[in-house]
Structure formats: structure tokens, C-alpha cells
């Protein structure tokens, strides 16, 4: 059974997260889009996502999500934006004390990876870094509107685990959550011949398909 000394600890440690947490939320920046294979694809990089509290809290073994929400909308001058598509990422890591390593993974609609690294630096890049991310199929988008991605996030961490488990019933951790941030204006070019053959790509031509999706988008200043 824990001793009093310890949960006086755990709880002022605890409290000094959240505020830290509130001091320094995380930042999505950098938010692209890009053509893969025959999918719209995005990419983001989040900052200041990881405060020393947070850091210590994974390096004691604790599990440490965030929660990426993204959707691909069309936008609309004169009604609400519509929502095209959307995808939920989970990026995870725990590091394990025995082989020393951080476990990293990835989950997603049609997104699954898992890696290890023994660097700290590495596990909060890829926890930062959305990469190709997949959202709807090049052909769901009218070349006569204009469409734009937002993403926002959210941190989770284990609640189970103590000293965790006596304090954040108490603690609202998911304070530390991102804004929504959004891409420029994109539309799908409706006159080159390649966005034709971006629609049915030839198996087994990777070559001709990067260069016929190379010019398929165009993005506009907001």
C-alpha cells in the first residue's frame, strides 16, 4: 500500500502537470495535402506537445496517447462547410524499462504501424508527425468546389497506473488539446489528362503514377 509520503508527492506532481499542460498547449503546424496513389493525403507536425511533467510521466512507463481528429471539408461561403471525410489517428508510446526501448504506434483508417527506437528525440517526432495520412479517394472531390483539411488533437494518458490512478480522477488532463487548424483552400484541377489517369492508375506503373498525380492539386491562400 502506497505510504502517505508518496501520495503527497503523486498529488503535487500530478497538480503541476495539468498546470504545466495549461501553460504550454500543443501547436499543430505545417498542415499539407498531397496526392497518394489515388487518395487525398494529408500531413501535420505538432509542437510543444511534450512538457517535462508529460516526459517523465512516459519515461516511468506510464502509456501516453494523442488523439489526432481530422477531417476533409468543403467549403462553403454562404452555408456551414460540409464534411467530405474524416479520419481518427491514435499515436501511442510506452516505454519498456526492461529492453529500454519506446514502443510507437500508429492506428488509423487504414493506417497500422508499429516501431521501436531507443531515442526519446525519435518517439516524440513520430508522436508529433503525421505523415500521408489517408482520407478520400481522389474521384469524391469536384473539380469546381474547394475543399480544405483541419486537424486538432488531444492527449491521453493512462489513468491506471499509479501513482496516476489516485490523483487523475481529480486532474483533467485533456486540457492539453490543440486548436483546430486548417490547410489552404485546395481543388482538384479539372483540366490536365494525368488527373484522368490519377482516377485509374495502371497497377503495376508506380513510375506513371507519381507523374500523373503530380499537378492533380492546387491550393489557394484562405
Known amino acids: 500500500m502506497a505510504s502517505l509520503k508518496q501520495l503527497i508527492f503523486a498529488s503535487v506532481f500530478l497538480l503541476f502537470i495539468a498546470g504545466t499542460a495549461q501553460a504550454s498547449s500543443p501547436t499543430l503546424v505545417n498542415v499539407g495535402v498531397s496526392a497518394e496513389g489515388n487518395q487525398i493525403a494529408m500531413s501535420a507536425q505538432m509542437t510543444d506537445g511534450f512538457p517535462e511533467e508529460v516526459i517523465e510521466a512516459v519515461e516511468s512507463g ?14 462553403k461561403s454562404l452555408w456551414v ?3 467530405v471525410s474524416s479520419n481518427t489517428v491514435e499515436h501511442t508510446v510506452q516505454y519498456d524499462s526492461l529492453k529500454k526501448v519506446y514502443r510507437f504506434t500508429e492506428t488509423g483508417n487504414n493506417i497500422k504501424r508499429k516501431l521501436m527506437t531507443r531515442k526519446h528525440e525519435r518517439y516524440q517526432q513520430m508522436m508529433a508527425t503525421l505523415d500521408s495520412i489517408p482520407l478520400a479517394p481522389l474521384y469524391k472531390l469536384d473539380p469546381n468546389e474547394k475543399y480544405y483539411i483541419r486537424v486538432k488533437a488531444d492527449l ?15 486532474v483533467p488532463l485533456n486540457d492539453m488539446e490543440t486548436d483546430w487548424t486548417r490547410s489552404s483552400l485546395l481543388s482538384i484541377e479539372p483540366n490536365l489528362v494525368e488527373r484522368q489517369q ?18 492533380v492539386i492546387r491550393t489557394f491562400n484562405r
Open 198 to 215: 490519377a482516377f485509374q492508375p495502371k497497377a503495376n506503373d508506380k513510375a506513371g503514377k507519381s507523374k500523373a498525380l503530380k499537378h
Open 62 to 75: 506510464v502509456p501516453m496517447t494523442y488523439t489526432f481528429h481530422i477531417e476533409l471539408r468543403k467549403d
Open 156 to 170: 491521453q494518458i493512462d489513468r491506471f497506473w499509479f501513482p496516476f490512478n489516485y490523483i487523475l480522477f481529480f
Open 81 to 83: 462547410d460540409s464534411l
